[in-house]
């Protein structure tokens, strides 16, 4: 879906008690942002990231990204490429916002680059995240069941994005689709009703709007993480799905949605009249008064010139903050698709320590079966879950919990037929914060 930027989610909530959430404006504080680094580092430090054994890598991969190509962001090959490193991603699976002469699949960033794969990608304004499927015959205006009858045709691939905007059953009558997002950073910051905020932007006092601004750039990974609420509802419609799938259905991967554009982002520039506040793609926000302005910008108003800028969701930022960890023998194209469609994979908040190495298996005899394998409840299948740091541990049959543990391993004999996924949470501070949710085994 076409994305507009937070801004004024992160830039005003300190600032407008009367219009932003108690709870999220209180995790912009200062005080607790610190707090927030301190708990990340430690977290951060016992994670003990390590080489799977066996036939499979585990690669970080961001699944959802735009660049230049999309008409909501000015990302540059060389910045996306430099993020990507940074943040230790092996793939970025693109998802340009696609036009009538499909340059996401002609111009887009596609094939190894200095040791990152690029599969190039769009993403249907109805909801649905496209891979392969280039000579599939669909346009930008279909909507999302139209264009997966055209994908299920050919080597086509779909993806549900954004599902929170599916509210009705019947928004879900879809042809088979392989997978959705069960995590997505923009629908996270939407719940906030950002766009609500942004004409609250002209006003505000600038010492204030200074002020802020200086905290969010001396915490730039808490304060984007400040945005996090469970999606709840989402991961409810996921699992139900799921059962479905005992039942002949299509199995549902599960993936995390970075929706990175690098497009939140504020600039304050020098006007003949004061000051003029930017967003990340030129659009004025704001206007300052010079009668308004701190005495420090007295005789240093140039007009046109910058004065001060920032960005709040950087590639490496959004990159670094949730990823897709897929199960792979290489990391070829091939190899992650199939990885991806099989799901051998889960979903991880790597800002709070390195999962990888993270273990979710079936023991049945001497055979071992992978996240997204199935294993009959007659070979008395153990599950096991192995996490690289302390965390709790649980267990969800169905949708359902059915055993929790605070240790480093959990094991569970799975007597009935369902749909067992795991998930490991973190403490940070005194929150409990989910930190990885695997895809399913499938018990029959």
């Known amino acids: 879906m076409a994305r507009r930027p937070f801004l004024t989610l992160l830039l005003l909530l300190a600032a407008l008690p009367a219009l932003a959430a108690p709870s999220l404006r209180d995790r912009l504080e200062p005080s607790l942002l610190s707090a927030v680094r301190t708990e990340m580092r430690r977290l951060r430090a016992a994670?003990?990231?390590?080489?799977?054994?066996?036939?499979?890598?585990?690669?970080?991969?961001?699944?959802?990204?735009?660049?230049?190509?999309?008409?909501?962001?000015?990302?540059?090959?060389?910045?996306?490429?430099?993020?990507?490193?940074?943040?230790?991603?092996?793939?970025?699976?693109?998802?340009?916002?696609?036009?009538?002469?499909?340059?996401?699949?002609?111009?887009?960033?596609?094939?190894?680059?200095d040791g990152v794969l690029f599969i190039p990608g769009a993403e249907l304004s109805d909801g649905l995240l496209i891979w392969r499927g280039e000579k599939a015959e669909w346009t930008p205006d279909m909507k999302a069941g139209d264009v997966l009858e055209k994908l299920n045709r050919g080597d086509g691939v779909g993806f549900i994005a954004h599902p929170e905007q599916r509210k009705d059953e019947k928004d879900w009558e879809l042809p088979p689709f392989a997978g959705m997002e069960i995590y997505n950073s923009h629908a996270d910051a939407a719940d906030n009703d950002y766009e609500s905020l942004l004409t609250s932007l002209r006003g505000q006092s600038p010492a204030r709007l200074l002020s802020f601004l200086n905290t969010l750039k001396k915490y730039p990974r808490e304060s984007y993480?400040?945005?996090?609420?469970?999606?709840?509802?989402?991961?409810?419609?996921?699992?139900?799905?799921?059962?479905?799938?005992?039942?002949?259905?299509?199995?549902?991967?599960?993936?995390?949605?970075?929706?990175?554009?690098?497009?939140?982002?504020?600039?304050?520039?020098?006007?003949?009249?004061?000051?003029?506040?930017?967003?990340?793609?030129?659009?004025?926000?704001?206007?300052?008064?010079?009668?308004?302005?701190?005495?420090?910008?007295?005789?240093?108003?140039?007009?046109?010139?910058?004065?001060?800028?920032?960005?709040?969701?950087?590639?490496?930022?959004?990159?670094?903050?949730?990823?897709?960890?897929?199960?792979a023998e290489e990391a070829s194209e091939k190899a992650l698709f199939d990885a991806l469609l099989r799901g051998r994979a889960y979903v991880a908040f790597d800002w709070l320590g390195d999962p990888s190495g993270f273990r979710y298996f079936a023991a049945a005899g001497k055979k071992e079966i992978p996240m997204g394998g199935d294993v009959r409840v007659k070979d008395r299948p153990v599950l096991t879950v192995r996490p690289n740091a302390p965390c709790q541990i649980r267990l969800l049959r169905n949708g359902q919990e059915v055993q929790r543990v605070d240790g480093p391993e959990l094991t569970f004999e799975a007597r009935e037929p369902g749909v067992y996924r795991a998930e490991a949470w973190v403490a940070l501070g005194e929150s409990p914060r989910p930190w990885v949710y695997t895809n399913p085994i499938y018990v029959k």
């Open 225 to 327: 993480a400040a945005i996090f609420d469970e999606q709840t509802a989402t991961l409810q419609r996921w699992d139900a799905l799921n059962v479905r799938a005992l039942e002949g259905k299509r199995r549902v991967v599960g993936i995390a949605g970075n929706d990175a554009h690098q497009n939140v982002g504020l600039s304050i520039e020098s006007g003949d009249e004061g000051l003029i506040v930017k967003d990340a793609l030129g659009r004025v926000v704001s206007n300052l008064a010079a009668r308004d302005l701190p005495l420090l910008f007295l005789g240093r108003l140039v007009p046109g010139a910058t004065v001060l800028s920032h960005t709040f969701d950087p590639y490496e930022v959004s990159f670094g903050y949730v990823s897709t960890h897929l199960l």
């Open 47 to 113: 994670a003990q990231p390590s080489e799977r054994s066996g036939e499979y890598l585990d690669l970080r991969c961001v699944l959802h990204a735009h660049s230049a190509l999309s008409h909501d962001s000015r990302g540059t090959e060389a910045q996306i490429l430099a993020a990507a490193k940074a943040a230790r991603v092996r793939a970025v699976f693109m998802t340009e916002h696609p036009t009538a002469e499909r340059k996401w699949a002609s111009e887009g960033l596609r094939g190894e680059k």
